[in-house]
């Protein structure tokens, strides 16, 4: 995702343009650290797939979103392994790997913009993740 983002957003669900906190489902590349005391998460490629003015709009749309990537979601955990959402073999998140997101972002000035929340929809292991 771009650093630089406009201050206007057009919701994905109810259509309205709105600025400020964003959500998102995005689709990511990314890698668990557990040796830091806090686990954080190093996120590779970061695409956004549709954004929304509010968490009952995101979760308006989100079944539909996930269904035309063809993804169950699974929710998983924050857990260092989890079951690929496809075809259930444990996938070490330590390495990287493919994963969908529901995340709250919000601007903490022109250019940096913190996530606030972030919500795993689905873990996919090197086989199914493309
Ligand atoms: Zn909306
Ligand atoms: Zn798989």
């Not at 959500?23 to 998460?41: G, K, Q, T």
């Not at 009952?56 to 269904?67: G, K």
Request: with cysteine; glycine share 4%.
């Amino acid at each position: 995702m771009d650093t630089v983002l406009s201050d206007q957003f057009e919701c994905f669900h109810c259509r309205k343009t709105f600025g400020g906190g964003v959500y998102e489902i995005v689709h990511e590349r990314c890698r668990l650290h557990f040796e830091e005391r806090v686990p954080y998460v190093e996120s590779l490629n970061l695409r956004g797939l549709e954004c929304y003015c509010s968490r009952a709009c995101l979760e308006s749309r989100v079944d539909r979103v996930m269904a035309r990537e063809k993804i169950p979601v699974t929710h998983p955990g924050p857990d260092r392994i989890a079951n690929c959402s496809i075809c259930r073999t444990p996938v070490d998140r330590t390495e990287v790997h493919h994963a969908y997101l529901a995340t709250l972002s919000e601007p903490l000035d022109d250019v940096t913009w913190d996530t606030l929340q972030t919500e795993y929809l689905a873990v996919l292991c090197k086989t199914c993740g493309r």
